[in-house]
C-alpha cells in the first residue's frame, strides 16, 4: 500500500512553511546552494533561525523538505483516452523531470536529509498516486490494467534505480520500452553504455564468459 500523503499545514505553520520555502528557492537562486545557511534563510523569510531549528532540525533536512514540494506534481496525468498512451506519456514525462539537472538536485536533497525515510516515502505517494489516477481511468473505460504497485515495480522502479545508481543517459525510448513490457510482455531494451547496449558491453559480458 503506498503511503498516504502527508497534509499541508495550517494557518501560521503554513505561513511559515511558504515563507522559508521562498526563502530557499530565491537564495539558491541569488547565491547558490552551497551558500545557503540557517541564518540566512531565516533572515529572508522573516523568522527567527530558532524557528527552522525547531521545525526542520538543520538545513539538510530544511533542503529536503522543499525538494519534496517542488517535487509534488501540479496537475493530474494528461488523459489520452486509452492506457498504453496515458502511461507511457506519464513515464516519459517523469523520467524527464528526475533526469533534468533540478530533478537529480531535488531527489538528492531528498533523500539527503531525510533519516526515517518520509519524504522517500512521501515522493513514492506521489508517484503512486498518478499511476492510480491513470489506472482508474482505464478501468472505467473497461480496459485491462495491472494494480498500482506492478506499475511501480516495473515502471518506476527501475528508472528510479538507474537515475539513482546507474546514471547513464536515459531517453524516451527507455520509458516507452518498460511500459511495453508491462503491458504488451515485450521486453524492455536496456539503455545504451557508450553507445553500444548495455547487455552488449564486453565488460558485463565478460563475467559470463
Known sequence: MSPRPMARPGGRSARVQEAVHTAVRELE?????????VPL???RAGVTP?????????????????A??????????????????????????FLDEMTSPPGR???????????DGTNAGQCSAYAADQVDVILARASER??????????????????MY??????????????HGLVAGLLDGARPESPLVNGRDAEEDPARGAGRR
Do not use: C, K, Q
Not at 105 to 115: E, F, I, T, V
Open 29 to 37: 537562486s541569488e547565491v547558490g546552494r552551497d551558500a545557503l545557511t
Open 41 to 43: 534563510v531565516a533572515a
Open 50 to 66: 530558532s524557528t527552522i531549528y525547531r521545525r526542520w532540525g538543520d538545513l539538510r533536512e530544511l533542503l529536503s523538505d522543499v
Open 68 to 93: 519534496v514540494e517542488r517535487l509534488r506534481p501540479e496537475a493530474p496525468p494528461e488523459n489520452h483516452g486509452d492506457l498504453t498512451t496515458d502511461l507511457t506519456t506519464w513515464a516519459e514525462h
Open 105 to 115: 538536485a531535488y531527489l538528492r536533497d531528498a533523500l539527503l536529509g531525510d533519516p
Open 142 to 159: 473497461g480496459e485491462r490494467a495491472p494494480d498500482v504497485e506492478t506499475v511501480i515495480d516495473h515502471v518506476v522502479s527501475p528508472m
Open 162 to 175: 538507474r537515475i539513482l545508481f546507474r546514471p547513464s543517459p536515459l531517453d524516451a525510448a527507455y520509458a
